[in-house]
């Protein structure tokens, strides 16, 4: 799944106008690589999903 970020702040970790892969999905959440080259889990709402 592929997905862009839509958060309500902004933060070092995404930008804006970047698709991200999601490397799996874990209790709800996505798990993606950040800008900050970790991988952390996030919650889906401050996502778009732009590919299924």
């Not at 799996?24 to 950040?34: A, L």
Request: hydrophobic fraction near 40%.
């Amino acid at each position: 799944m592929k997905v862009r970020y839509i958060g309500l702040r902004d933060t070092l970790a995404f930008d804006r106008e970047k698709v991200y892969d999601v490397i799996s999905v874990e209790r709800g959440w996505y798990r993606i690589m950040t800008e900050l080259d970790e991988d952390y889990l996030f919650p889906p709402e401050a996502f778009e999903i732009v590919e299924g």
